[in-house]
């Protein structure tokens, strides 16, 4: 378990196992999900302007949206508020029978897959060593490597 | 009757008696530069500078979570600014995602006879409303597919004789939401960041993207680079809200290929097709399904031999992606490929994306098939809120 989680070293170079690049390539995918990539932008909005500013500072942190109003909120709908993955839980617990979200998935495709350059997204026929990125030339390489390779490494 | 095909992206609403639905974002929107209030809906058309836009949606995935929002949306649409509802004297036909979760359900139901005190209330999934439209229209037949690819994901979803197939009901999840993501992600990483301007790339995606009917050739060309022989790229003037309101393509002949001082543009050359070429292959970009034609195919092969070429030769289609340019073609020359030739492939595309709408309209004038599908609130005082939930579920 330990083993599998460790980067191991080729050379001089990081190399990623499965399980990581697992991980980098689903969390691109949810990020295909995403609703807004910036934050809110009335988020820090201060409607009194003799009002002092407190978060004037490079915090640049996701923060729970202020000025939110809890007390007003219904207990209605705290009671409604499920994210899907709760819905999906609470699904799996009442045992709904076989047609069902999970089932529904269609399965892999027969065909085999295709693979396109990380940079420039034509044909990708090789893989970089370090991350399992594909792309399609040296030049590509470069700018993959500089830019993207284990930059943000899950 | 009020009709709403409440969509994650764009709710479809309207009385039954209507010409046309009001297509109404389904969120709240923020804009950088209107600090002073928040735009429900399409009160969005009063926002002048789109950039930057902040979107709050109701749904995850394509089902219904935020429910804060989501009334906020509905109570304006019923309201005096949008369409004054009166629901002391109308019902509601609406629909909803594939498989929707009971707790969902209970809650609609609820908001819908105790808070608008609807007289009735159906709700159907929007391939429903489309299939019986189509099974009316064509009275002839008895049994169609309907390929619903939204905002959220795609589904396939086969009926025979007017049911739904629950058990050969295909979901990719991939759908137009995801593709402007990518084409937000393939756009900022080669060129410009545009990573925040969700509601303009959506636009370029809707402007210059469409699908391959030949993907080989087309990678070729694409490869081209900038020069002359490649007829694939195109110049994309981005909007700045000053002096361009709306963001167009620059026709090739006229293009320099730079921008002038008081613009930026986009170069789309591969992306134009790959965006959309993620619906027939998700596995593209390491999404381990198959593509909407072949689960088309896997839907249809499991249902009884005798149905089949019926299906193949009765699909409809429902959804924003079927807006693309050669989409239906694909699907006919995908299907082509994989299923026998003695089946004939017949594809319908009217309108997409009012499709299930119509379909709605289509069941309020027919008074008998309604109350069929219908629970009053009557019924629902007498029976409550778990036997509507099955009531939904069975139609």
Redesign the interface.
Known sequence: MEQSTKKEKRGDRVVLDEAQRNRRSRKALDALEQDNYHEDPHANLIMNKKAPKFEDSLNTERKDRPGKRKSARDFKQVRFKKSLAALLEEDRALGTESPNYMTAAAPASKFPKRYFCAVCGMYGIYTCVSCGARYCAKNCLDVHQETRCLKWTA | MFVLDNGASTLKAGFATDAQPKVIPNCIT???SE?RR?FIGDQLEDCKDMS?L????CH??G?L????VQ?QVWDYVFSKDCFNVDFDSTGIIMTEP??N????QE?ITEIFFEDYGAQSLSIMNPSSLVAYKYLIDNPKKLCCAVLDSGYSFS?VVPYVKKKRV??N?????IGG??LT??L???LS??QLNV??E?YVVNQVKEDVCYVSLDFHRE?EM??LGNSRENTIWRDYVLPDYTSIKRGYVRPPEQTTGKATSAEQIIRM???RF?TPELLF???????????IS??MM?SVNALPKEVQSHMYSNIVLLGGNAMFPNFKERLVQDLRMLIPEFYDINVTCENPINAAWEGGKALARCKEDLDDKAITKQLYEEQGIAYCVDFYNLL
């Open positions: 923020k804009a950088k600090t928040r930057s902040y979107y709050i949606l995850e995935k089902y979570v935020n429910w804060e009334k594939y498989f979760f009971c707790s969902i809650n589904h629950k058990d009901i295909r979901r990719i999840n939401k995801a993501n990518y937000k992600d393939a990483y080669r990573m925040d969700t990678m694409a490869a050359n591969a992306e790959q292959n998700p596995s593209d970009i390491g999404i381990e399904q198959m593509g072949e689960a896997h």
